[in-house]
C-alpha cells in the first residue's frame, strides 16, 4: 500500500506544484519513505488517506475540522503532562473540542481543546506531532486564552 501512496502523490504532485518548482524536491523524500515502509507495519495508503482535506493537490494543507471523537480524546490524554509543564497550569477540564490535520512528515493535530480554569477563557489551541515512528504524540506548542468562538487554523 506504500506503494499505491507514493504512486499517487507522484501522480497528484506535478499539478499541485505548479509554479512552486521546489514544492516537487520538498515532497518527494516524503513520498519514497512511503514507499519504503510498505509491509513495516505502518499504516496503509487508506488509512493515511484524508478524504476531507481541504485541497488534496496542496501538500500540507490542513483539513476541514473534526468534531471530538475518542481518538481526540486518547491524543489529549498522551499529551497532558506535556501541557501542564508547558501551560503551568493544571485544568479541571481538558478535552476536545474539534481538530484539524495536516499531512507532513506524519501528522499534525491542531487541536481546541476546553482547559478551564487554564487562561482567561478556557480554551486553548494546542499544535500535535505524530512522527512516522508511530512513537509517542509531542506537543509542538499552545496558545492559551483563545475564545470558544475563536476558529481553530493552522499555526506554528
Known amino acids: 500500500h506504500g506503494a499505491e ?8 504532485a506535478p499539478g499541485a506544484c505548479r509554479g512552486r518548482p521546489d514544492a516537487m524536491t520538498k515532497m518527494l523524500p516524503l513520498a519514497l519513505a512511503l514507499l519504503l515502509c510498505q509491509g513495516s507495519g505502518m499504516p496503509d495508503y487508506q488509512s493515511l488517506r484524508h ?3 481541504k485541497d488534496e493537490r496542496l501538500p500540507g494543507g490542513t483539513s476541514s475540522p473534526h468534531g471530538a471523537d475518542a481518538a481526540c480524546g486518547r491524543l489529549l490524554a498522551e499529551v497532558a503532562d ?4 508547558q501551560a ?5 477540564a ?3 473540542v474539534n481538530y484539524l490535520t495536516q499531512v507532513v ?3 499534525n493535530y491542531f487541536v481546541k481543546a476546553q482547559v478551564k480554569p487554564c487562561g482567561e477563557h478556557g480554551y ?6 505524530q512522527g512516522l515512528d508511530q512513537g509517542p504524540p509531542g ?7 483563545v475564545r470558544e468562538d475563536t476558529e481553530l487554523e493552522f499555526f506554528d
Open 105 to 107: 512528515a506524519g501528522l
Open 124 to 129: 486553548a489551541h494546542l499544535r500535535i506531532h
Open 139 to 145: 506537543l509542538s506548542s499552545i496558545r492559551l486564552d
Open 5 to 12: 501512496l507514493a504512486q499517487a502523490f507522484l501522480a497528484a
Open 94 to 96: 481538558f478535552s476536545c
Open 82 to 85: 506535556a501541557f501542564r509543564s
Open 51 to 53: 478524504s476531507h482535506i
Open 88 to 92: 503551568k497550569c493544571s485544568p479541571e
